[in-house]
């Protein structure tokens, strides 16, 4: 299996344009997690998903940011406008059966928003 | 969310047991404790996870103190590739979720 594969890796853009990182988990997995990380706040849970449903969106920051997971092997994360505080490292990651699973995760997409 | 409290910073030498302790005070009956470390310029990765037992594979054990307030995991030879940072986990049995903390940082020397 080729793992959980995250792109871009890398996303450079200005201030106010929209960004959408996309992630294709583990075939089968049925969790799916997005993460984000600074060297402020560490690793913070955005947004997870069970059976493409999205189940707890309370970690991720405002509107602007937005999650959808039409199918089993594919999610986006939409930031619209994006801001510089916004750059940062994108995590996905996919499980089976949530919490009592290890979790695998993507390389991440690092953004910086000029 | 459940909290976790590791040391910032811990440094072995190379070929040498290395304990990374963990301090879970508040944890409930159904959270499991995961570990993952990460690497520079990589995702987290999956190093062991139990509920009660002591566990072992293939990358490291996993000690888990009688009333669960505490885990430590051990690496029983480290080697440079070893040195990255280290997450203790609470997975969060009634949400779901898997709360990052800010981790150990482990430094090997040759």
Redesign the interface.
Known sequence: DAG?IQSPRHEVTEMGQEVTLRCKPISGHD?L?W?RQTMMR????LI?F?NNVP??DSGMPEDRFSAKMPNASFSTLKIQPSEPRDSAVY?C?SSFW???S???????TRLTVT | DAKTTQPNSMESNEEEPVHLPCNHSTISG?D?I?W?RQLPS?????VI?G?TSNVNNRMASLAIAEDRKSSTLILHRATLRDAAVY?CIL???N?????????TTLQVKP
């Not at chain 1, 560490?42 to 849970?45: H, N, P, S, Y």
């Not at chain 1, 290890?102 to 991440?108: I, R, T």
């Not at chain 2, 990589?42 to 999956?46: C, F, L, R």
Request: proline share 4%; charged share 10%; glycine share 18%.
């Open positions: 959980v969790y997690f993460y560490g690793l913070e849970l997870y069970n189940i707890d995590f990651a949530g919490y009592n290890p979790l695998h995760f993507g390389n991440g | 159904t499991y995961h993952y990589q995702g987290p990765e999956y996870h509920l997450y997975f969060e049995g949400t779901g979720k898997l709360i990052f903390g800010q981790g």
